[in-house]
């Protein structure tokens, strides 16, 4: 359910408003699952039931996961940019792009 190569989205809904975006996806329902909630920290863990998965920081699981898509950026295009792109998506201080 969270590592699968189908089309995907990962949204952050406040919980009044959970409601209200299940119901604008009823055709999906079967679709839609709880993931989490915010911590304060940078930490992320993943359970099944009472059974925890993986815990690690985000930082570090962004930077496994991406460590494919920088390889073979640093061979189709320019390896320092590619670097670069890469450093950044790794870089915890860094924001992201966010909605305003």
Known sequence: MLFSEELGAVIQVRKPDAAAVRAAFAGSAGHIHTLGRPLASQSMVF????QTLVEDT???LRRVWS???FAMQALRDDPSCAREEHEARCDETDPGIRFA
Request: glycine content about 10%; hydrophobic content about 0%.
């Open 67 to 69: 460590e494919t898509t």
């Open 58 to 60: 985000r930082t570090n």
């Open 47 to 50: 359970r099944r039931g009472d």
